[in-house]
């Protein structure tokens, strides 16, 4: 699963059984959802049972799956079930089976078939329009409208972005601090862990993250967050270039064409008019990242040099050439790096004790700097193996080391085991979908990422004694 498919599942996990009934009566939500959010093995799963009118048994669905992808098949399960599209059926003298929920199943194949009048994928707008926009321009308005969100988080930790650029609005320098991206120290914010991380991300991911904190955030601006997610579900199947009508959305979806214009997800000319254009980063939503990739191979350039190849040439003296001349990328460096000289097309400088230290007191640790590094090496360097001086990398671990000596990871303690049995069965189910992070076998404890499966299993198990 893809970072930005990861985030906006975390959020769309939390929604109650309610949310996503209503949020399944749109044919886009139920085909983004089918598109984005599931793996291959689940997606096998819902189109089997898509056109079968009676529950399928358990048993039979075990037919489908080899044997050693046991774990697989339970992840699968698992993810469909905790989205509300897959649920269990129990009836007296009958064997467990499984079918699709409603209204998702009828969503799905209307979204497939065609057909109806939801306007779920929007509605073109029939009359030409006298001021028509093309790609470029749409390219060119979302890119400038996104590197001034990334320009503003870097510029914040101490270098300042080209002198005509303009910023981000105050409502999206509100939701970045909100988010946890950039802090407000004194009058200038800085960047964060959470925030570097977020540089580090492709931009699919990135528009995601913003997203979700626009979603967590909806109801404190009297927003309804179905309404919401259901317009960022239906941008992600839209055409780019084309121009759709505002008539068809609700309230909640016209105020949010001005906020998504901020971001750069849509250009609509002024508040009052009437039709509006999707931009790339609207129509590659629902995309997994790899297409993201390959349609906007120039459109990244806030993360990569401007030919799409690596820039950076570290040295085992911990001296560092970077071969760009984008203030953004430059920015980025000199959140880690003590830059020394510029040039019209290279800046150089050094990976210092002092730098790194700087770095991490803003909480950016030091495997997101070596892979940032890693990411962005230049091709020459790519030719040897490690790509990175070990030196370097082993010296900028142990700075973060001197200060550091523990990592945290939030999960669930299951312990008080009444004997083996009892707890090798759930310690070997964990382990097997994938949440288990630690056990103890003398103890009888195992930690956990998820409890709820956990819970489900005992709970089953139980019933079956």
Same mark, same amino acid.
């Given at each position: 699963?893809?970072?930005?498919?990861?985030?906006?599942?975390?959020?769309?996990?939390?929604?109650?059984?309610?949310?996503?009934?209503?949020?399944?009566?749109?044919?886009?939500?139920?085909?983004?959802?089918?598109?984005?959010?599931?793996?291959?093995?689940?997606?096998?799963?819902?189109?089997?049972?898509?056109?079968?009118?009676?529950?399928?048994?358990?048993?039979?669905?075990?037919?489908?799956?080899?044997?050693?992808?046991?774990?697989?098949?339970?992840?699968?399960?698992?993810?469909?079930?905790?989205?509300?599209?897959?649920?269990?059926?129990?009836?007296?003298?009958?064997?467990?089976?499984?079918?699709?929920?409603?209204?998702?199943?009828?969503?799905?194949?209307?979204?497939?078939?065609?057909?109806?009048?939801?306007?779920?994928?929007?509605?073109?707008?029939?009359?030409?329009?006298?001021?028509?926009?093309?790609?470029?321009?749409?390219?060119?308005?979302?890119?400038?409208?996104?590197?001034?969100?990334?320009?503003?988080?870097?510029?914040?930790?101490?270098?300042?972005?080209?002198?005509?650029?303009?910023?981000?609005?105050?409502?999206?320098?509100?939701?970045?601090?909100?988010?946890?991206?950039?802090?407000?120290?004194?009058?200038?914010?800085?960047?964060?862990?959470? &925030?570097?991380? #977020? /540089?580090?991300? =492709?931009? !699919?991911?990135?528009?995601?993250?913003?997203?979700?904190?626009? @979603?967590?955030? %909806?109801?404190?601006?009297?927003?309804?967050?179905?309404?919401?997610?259901?317009?960022?579900?239906?941008?992600?199947?839209?055409?780019?270039?084309?121009?759709?009508?505002?008539?068809?959305?609700?309230?909640?979806?016209?105020?949010?064409?001005?906020?998504?214009?901020?971001?750069?997800?849509?250009?609509?000319?002024?508040?009052?008019?009437?039709?509006?254009?999707?931009?790339?980063?609207?129509?590659?939503?629902?995309?997994?990242?790899?297409?993201?990739?390959?349609?906007?191979?120039?459109?990244?350039?806030?993360?990569?040099?401007?030919? &799409?190849?690596? #820039? /950076?040439?570290? =040295?085992? !003296?911990?001296?560092?050439?970077?071969?760009?001349?984008?203030? @953004?990328?430059? %920015?980025?460096?000199?959140?880690?790096?003590?830059?020394?000289?510029?040039?019209?097309?290279?800046?150089?400088?050094?990976?210092?004790?002092?730098?790194?230290?700087?770095?991490?007191?803003?909480?950016?640790?030091?495997?997101?700097?070596?892979?940032?590094?890693?990411?962005?090496?230049?091709?020459?360097?790519?030719?040897?193996?490690?790509?990175?001086?070990?030196?370097?990398?082993?010296?900028?671990?142990?700075?973060?080391?001197?200060?550091?000596?523990?990592?945290?990871?939030?999960?669930?303690?299951?312990?008080?085991?009444?004997?083996?049995?009892?707890?090798?069965?759930?310690?070997?189910?964990?382990?097997?979908?994938?949440?288990?992070?630690?056990?103890?076998?003398?103890?009888?404890?195992?930690?956990?990422?998820?409890?709820?499966?956990?819970?489900?299993?005992?709970?089953?198990?139980?019933?079956?004694?």
């Amino acid at each position: 699963m893809s970072t930005s498919t990861l985030r906006s599942f975390e959020y769309l996990e939390q929604l109650p059984g309610t949310t996503f009934r209503r949020l399944y009566q749109q044919p886009s939500t139920a085909l983004a959802v089918f598109r984005r959010m599931l793996p291959h093995l689940a997606k096998s799963f819902v189109m089997a049972l898509l056109y079968i009118s009676h529950p399928l048994p358990t048993s039979e669905l075990d037919l489908w799956v080899r044997p050693e992808s046991k774990r697989e098949k339970e992840q699968s399960l698992s993810l469909l079930n905790r989205l509300h599209i897959l649920t269990t059926v129990s009836e007296p003298g009958k064997p467990q089976s499984l079918r699709l929920t409603n209204p998702f199943a009828q969503s799905l194949r209307r979204a497939l078939t065609g057909g109806g009048d939801h306007h779920s994928f929007g509605v073109p707008c029939s009359t030409p329009d006298k001021q028509r926009v093309d790609i470029n321009y749409l390219d060119a308005f979302a890119r400038a409208q996104w590197e001034g969100i990334l320009h503003y988080m870097v510029g914040s930790a101490g270098v300042g972005g080209p002198s005509d650029m303009r910023g981000p609005s105050q409502g999206v320098k509100k939701l970045l601090n909100l988010g946890g991206l950039v802090e407000s120290k004194g009058r200038r914010p800085e960047i964060t862990q959470a &925030g570097f991380a #977020f /540089l580090l991300q =492709e931009v !699919n991911a990135q528009v995601w993250t913003l997203l979700v904190f626009y @979603l967590e955030n %909806a109801e404190s601006l009297n927003m309804d967050a179905v309404d919401v997610l259901s317009f960022l579900f239906m941008l992600g199947s839209l055409e780019l270039g084309q121009d759709y009508s505002v008539r068809t959305l609700t309230a909640t979806q016209i105020h949010m064409l001005d906020d998504l214009r901020d971001f750069g997800i849509v250009y609509r000319r002024e508040g009052s008019s009437d039709r509006f254009y999707p931009t790339r980063l609207a129509t590659t939503l629902t995309s997994d990242a790899g297409a993201f990739r390959s349609v906007t191979a120039g459109f990244d350039s806030a993360l990569r040099s401007g030919d &799409g190849k690596g #820039f /950076l040439v570290i =040295e085992t !003296n911990y001296r560092i050439y970077a071969y760009t001349s984008s203030p @953004l990328q430059i %920015a980025v460096l000199a959140l880690f790096t003590k830059l020394s000289t510029r040039f019209p097309n290279m800046v150089s400088g050094r990976i210092t004790r002092e730098s790194i230290r700087r770095a991490i007191a803003t909480g950016i640790t030091s495997d997101q700097i070596i892979s940032y590094l890693s990411t962005h090496a230049h091709p020459q360097m790519r030719k040897q193996t490690p790509i990175l001086p070990p030196t370097v990398v082993d010296q900028i671990r142990l700075w973060q080391i001197e200060g550091e000596r523990m990592k945290a990871v939030s999960g669930f303690l299951f312990k008080d085991f009444a004997n083996a049995p009892e707890y090798e069965g759930p310690c070997k189910y964990a382990e097997e979908i994938g949440v288990l992070i630690w056990k103890n076998d003398n103890k009888r404890m195992f930690f956990v990422t998820r409890h709820e499966q956990i819970a489900s299993y005992l709970k089953s198990r139980k019933r079956q004694e």
